[in-house]
């Protein structure tokens, strides 16, 4: 039954006709749209872009979520220690809360609109290397659609080991998995990531301007 509720939590969505595409159609015309936002974005440097870095065992349950559970999106977390808070919202993981809010709307006369032109937040997932055995490097990226601070509830996939609390949780609609995923759908022990210059060396989530 929980299952069958997680599939089903997306057919409850739907994406904002302002934002000029959904995010759940796979229609050739639609699937356009997404790519001719991503390319206007990069061209013009309209986007930020966020670096979420951890272990395989992590970003293979995270991404088994995207294929068995909620279609086309993945989860990442983070405990937000040492990041400041959201001067808004008061979420932890200040930077990742603080570019969501300026990419996406504006406030005029107290009044929270849509952004006219929209700087999404490119998420890179990223997996580290944690023993000889393992390839760090780059799995995929995708699109942070929403944020979330939950204390009641952890995802199952993520360990919270030595107290840590994955407190904050995002979505992310994907847009790309490498061929080690891609090639090897039902097989996550054949998983790995890219070595990609410029994006090794980084050891904690983290967003920034391009």
Request: charged share 30%.
């Amino acid at each position: 039954e929980s299952n069958t509720y997680t599939k089903m939590y997306g057919k409850w969505l739907n994406t904002r006709k302002a934002i000029g595409f959904d995010l759940d159609s796979y229609e050739d015309e639609n699937i356009q749209k997404i790519i001719d936002f991503i390319k206007k974005a990069v061209e013009k440097k309209n986007f930020y872009l966020c670096f979420f870095e951890g272990g395989i065992e992590h970003w293979i349950n995270s991404i088994k979520y995207s294929l068995e559970g909620e279609i086309g999106y993945t989860l990442w977390g983070d405990p937000g220690e040492n990041k400041g808070q959201d001067e808004m919202t008061g979420f932890s993981f200040a930077t990742l809360v603080n570019k969501y809010r300026e990419g996406h709307i504006k406030i005029e006369n107290g009044a929270v609109k849509l952004a006219p032109d929209i700087h999404p937040l490119i998420g890179v997932f990223y997996a580290t290397k944690k023993d000889s055995g393992e390839k760090s490097g780059v799995l995929g990226f995708g699109i942070v659609t929403d944020i979330d601070f939950d204390v009641y509830r952890n995802f199952k996939g993520w360990k919270e080991d030595n107290d840590k609390l994955w407190l904050v949780r995002f979505r992310i609609k994907v847009l790309y998995f490498n061929d080690s995923i891609r090639n090897n759908l039902g097989n996550p022990d054949k998983w790995s990531g890219d070595n990609i210059e410029g994006f090794a060396g980084f050891r904690t989530n983290q967003c920034f301007d391009v």
